[in-house]
């Protein structure tokens, strides 16, 4: 019998408001389709250095660029995000808990996809400067990962390799956008989909959406 399991490809980045956004939906979705669909945690290096990010056009200032950003999405889909983080204390890079995803993978699938969640949470609901080891470290410790393998990963340039390669993989991909899914089923078959919260939907629109792209590589076969 032909395998009817989807697989997804999530391309993000611990600092990406929008994939904040989409966090419970997504959440919901895996857990309704739990025994049908796999997903990989891609990290899109969005943020290499703060002292690098150019100042979008028609901003003043790359503050004032993200502040509004996170504000205005805050207000719109009633999520937990504080612009001024970005006057305050902007975080100077995302790769730091990016490649800390990557070595807490190396020990636990299901507790690197919880770290990332509590790496959000740590910068979204608390305000903290993810970039800071000091903050990796005790995140990774709360999902339960033995800390001392974690610190000998983190500083291999082999887990440093494998952030690199999926970024090479984004820019062979063309991903210019985060979140982007990319569904594919046992026959290479893929959708790719970029357009959460695209041309005004809202997120329901959006997951409903992603069962009809589940539905369509699935030939109807798979149910929640």
Known sequence: MQDKRI????????VCS????MEPYFLHFLEKYKNSIEVEYKMGGLLRSWDQFPTPEGFDS???YLSQLWNEQSKRYGVVMNGDIWWE??????????????????????????????????LFLQEKDISQTEVILN???????DINKFKADYASFDTYKLFAQDIEELK?????????????NANGNQWV???FLGDGKEPAEC??????????????????
């Open 89 to 122: 204390q902007p975080i100077h890079s995302s790769f730091p808990a990016s490649i800390a995803y990557y070595a807490a993978k190396i020990q636990d699938d299901q507790k690197a996809a919880n770290y990332l969640r509590l790496i959000r949470e740590n």
């Open 18 to 21: 929008t994939c904040w956004i």
């Open 139 to 145: 995140a990774v410790t709360e999902v339960g990962l």
């Open 193 to 195: 989909n970029s357009s």
């Open 207 to 224: 997951t409903s959406y992603w069962e009809n792209i589940i539905n369509y590589l699935s030939e109807d076969e798979l149910q929640p």
């Open 62 to 64: 790359k503050e004032a």
């Open 7 to 14: 697989k997804i490809k999530y391309y993000t980045d611990p």
């Open 172 to 184: 062979q991909v063309q991903i210019t956008r985060f979140p982007t899914l990319i569904f594919e």
